[in-house]
């Protein structure tokens, strides 16, 4: 079911009348892809913004070895590649593809600079996407940056934390291995030694931090 156009990201803090007041005054088409659909192909020009406004995509990047390295799940309501859409190097970083049925709202870059004159707050909606996307982005470089899988499951566990000592990990051992580019049984090893080393203690998913300071000083390893 396609989410309400003011829980977009883009509209945040509009009224519903605003938000049809404005889409009536710009040009857009809307797309609908079945599960296992490619939507994008890392490379492609970057000359429209996407708008996912129902189901779960997922971002994937290929090395020039054709290994292909899992980036990240999205899910509706999410804008796609909006720091990529004006910049000098204009094209998808990644190839999208529909994990379920899937649908968007699509801009062409002239319709969409209509919005932000006709609209500031959409345009301040932007502009904080884009500055959220690039402390994700700089987050991303900094866990790939890591040398050992330990070291990234470590990364992992103190960003999953924050400031508590219990927590549900989100993503299964499979989803954690896409993640990090490795085989499902290495995660399982890592994990079984944080647990033997008395760091972290696991039950399933809910995991308990025993020794937060070496923790964090895994992720220099």
């Given at each position: 079911m396609e989410i309400p156009v003011t829980n977009i990201p883009l509209f945040k803090g509009c009224a519903l009348a605003e938000v049809e007041d404005l889409l009536s005054s710009v040009v857009f088409q809307r797309k609908k892809f079945t599960a296992g659909s490619l939507i994008v192909s890392q490379g492609e020009v970057c000359d429209r913004l996407l708008i996912l406004t129902e189901g779960k995509?997922?971002?994937e990047m290929t090395s020039p070895t054709g290994k292909s390295l899992k980036i990240e799940e999205m899910e509706a309501p999410m804008v796609l590649a909006s720091a990529f859409l004006f910049?000098?190097?204009n094209k998808f970083p990644v190839s999208v593809t529909a994990l379920?049925?899937?649908?968007?709202?699509?801009?062409?870059?002239?319709?969409?600079m209509k919005m932000f004159r006709l609209n500031p707050r959409v345009l301040s909606n932007f502009l904080s996407m884009i500055s959220s996307r690039a402390q994700f982005l700089s987050e991303k470089l900094r866990f790939h940056s890591f040398k050992s899988l330990k070291a990234k499951v470590a990364f992992y566990l103190t960003g999953e934390a924050g400031t508590q000592k219990k927590f549900k990990l989100k993503?299964?051992?499979?989803e954690m291995a896409e993640l990090f580019g490795v085989a499902r049984p290495s995660v399982g090893r890592i994990f079984l030694q944080?647990?033997?080393?008395?760091?972290?203690?696991i039950r399933y998913k809910n995991v308990t931090i025993k020794n937060f300071d070496k923790l964090a000083e895994l992720c220099n390893h």
């Amino acid at each position: 079911m396609e989410i309400p156009v003011t829980n977009i990201p883009l509209f945040k803090g509009c009224a519903l009348a605003e938000v049809e007041d404005l889409l009536s005054s710009v040009v857009f088409q809307r797309k609908k892809f079945t599960a296992g659909s490619l939507i994008v192909s890392q490379g492609e020009v970057c000359d429209r913004l996407l708008i996912l406004t129902e189901g779960k995509v997922v971002g994937e990047m290929t090395s020039p070895t054709g290994k292909s390295l899992k980036i990240e799940e999205m899910e509706a309501p999410m804008v796609l590649a909006s720091a990529f859409l004006f910049g000098k190097q204009n094209k998808f970083p990644v190839s999208v593809t529909a994990l379920t049925h899937a649908s968007f709202m699509v801009f062409q870059r002239n319709d969409l600079m209509k919005m932000f004159r006709l609209n500031p707050r959409v345009l301040s909606n932007f502009l904080s996407m884009i500055s959220s996307r690039a402390q994700f982005l700089s987050e991303k470089l900094r866990f790939h940056s890591f040398k050992s899988l330990k070291a990234k499951v470590a990364f992992y566990l103190t960003g999953e934390a924050g400031t508590q000592k219990k927590f549900k990990l989100k993503h299964s051992q499979e989803e954690m291995a896409e993640l990090f580019g490795v085989a499902r049984p290495s995660v399982g090893r890592i994990f079984l030694q944080l647990q033997n080393e008395n760091i972290i203690d696991i039950r399933y998913k809910n995991v308990t931090i025993k020794n937060f300071d070496k923790l964090a000083e895994l992720c220099n390893h």
